[in-house]
Nanobody, 117 residues
């Protein structure tokens, strides 16, 4: 019923930019908080950026100033704009949607971002 689909990942050179998208269906998207996580092989999944419905944002220190989270509620889509990419950013990027009133959370399948040095 609920589906989150990430797209936009790929191979990019260090210093380049990439925008990943998260298209949602089956939820009242505008009411949900959106988080972006990433997970590198052998590493713990980490929170990269978060955006609540009230436009409050937070970022991991490692990406602050380089990444921007946004959403287009009319398109039921969230974005993560990634600038000045570094090899350390290489990971699978996942979006997560969460209702402010429930403990349920919904995950996408992830999209691979690889940054070459």
């Amino acid at each position: 019923q609920v589906q989150l689909v990430e797209s936009g990942g790929g191979l990019v050179q260090a210093g380049g930019s990439l925008r990943v998208s998260c298209a949602a269906s089956g939820i009242p998207f505008s009411l949900y908080s959106i988080d972006w996580y990433r997970q590198a092989p052998g590493k713990q999944r980490e929170l990269v950026a978060g955006l609540v419905s009230g436009s409050t944002t937070n970022y991991a220190d490692s990406v602050k100033g380089r990444f921007t989270i946004s959403r287009d509620n009319a398109k039921n889509t969230a974005y993560l704009q990634m600038n000045d990419l570094k090899p350390e950013d290489t990971a699978v990027y996942y979006c997560k949607a969460k209702s402010p009133l429930s403990t349920r959370e919904y995950w996408g399948q992830g999209t691979q971002v690889t940054v070459s040095s």
